[in-house]
């Protein structure tokens, strides 16, 4: 039961853009704390963004946060990764996760991969000069 797909992956120049998109099929969607991670090779995975189920609050690796934009669609069951002003180290593979939005408590879990509980299959991003 597929529950998560990435898409919008592919080859871009340095300096250009991309769009990725994350389509959900899970029940709890709407309630959900949703991510974005990345993985390079030989690298381990990491967070790029995070985004809470209200759209409200977003939260951004440090390097990322000037240049990529996490947005989402409740009613399109949708989570979005602008990612601008590409860089050869942005290569790597990106992963959509989701789990239950408890950033009310604190937010501090939200960038550890460990407390997604659904993954996407990942889409390949290669950034070349």
């Known amino acids: 039961q597929v529950q998560l797909v990435e898409s919008g992956g592919g080859l871009a120049q340095v300096g250009g853009a991309l769009t990725l998109s994350c389509a959900a099929s899970?029940?709890?969607?709407?309630?959900?704390?949703m991510g974005w991670f990345r993985q390079a090779p030989g690298k381990e995975r990491e967070f790029v963004a995070a985004i809470t189920w209200s759209g409200g609050g977003t939260y951004y690796a440090d390097p990322m946060e000037s240049r990529f934009t996490i947005s989402r669609d409740n009613a399109k069951k949708m989570v979005y990764l602008r990612m601008n002003s590409l860089k050869p180290e942005d290569t790597g593979v990106y992963y959509c996760a989701a789990t239950r939005d408890y950033t009310h408590r604190g937010s501090d879990y939200v960038r550890s991969d460990y407390e997604y509980d659904t993954w996407g299959q990942g889409t390949q991003v290669t950034v070349s000069s």
């Open positions: 899970t029940r709890t969607f709407s309630r959900d704390l």
